[in-house]
């Protein structure tokens, strides 16, 4: 059984930087696919970012393209996301989920395992 625990959010200003972490467990990961989603009070979960595990190879949405990079470290079985030049906008639960498949996909339903969310709020 897929674990995934998301860490490293909080609260910071506008122009500011957080890293978010996922510990995933119960599985070998090389096959999987992992995403971060966000969802907004009031709104629909959308997709942020994800990675191949096995290719490293990354996919971002145009909404935080050239400001958040996805990433993974193998020897941790840890995804990050690293999110600079926070906006308002960025406020929501940030949400890390996988998916045991080859192929990058952005859509919600798609990901079988899901962590529990941890809040990020950017202040104007």
């Known amino acids: 059984q897929v674990q995934l625990v998301e860490s490293g959010g909080g609260l910071v200003q506008a122009g500011g930087s957080l890293r978010l972490s996922c510990a995933a467990s119960?599985?070998?990961?090389?096959?999987?696919?992992m995403g971060w989603f966000r969802q907004a009070q009031g709104k629909e979960r959308e997709f942020a970012a994800a990675i191949s595990w096995s290719s490293g190879s990354t996919y971002y949405a145009d909404s935080v393209k050239g400001r958040f990079t996805i990433s993974r470290d193998n020897a941790k079985n840890t995804v990050y996301l690293q999110m600079n030049s926070l906006k308002p906008e960025d406020t929501a639960v940030y949400f890390c989920?996988?998916?045991?498949?080859?192929?990058?996909?952005?859509?919600?339903?798609?990901?079988?395992?899901w962590g529990q969310g941890t809040q990020v709020t950017v202040s104007s």
């Open positions: 989920a996988a998916r045991n498949g080859a192929l990058i996909t952005t859509t919600p339903r798609n990901f079988g395992s």
């Open positions: 119960g599985r070998t990961f090389s096959s999987y696919i």
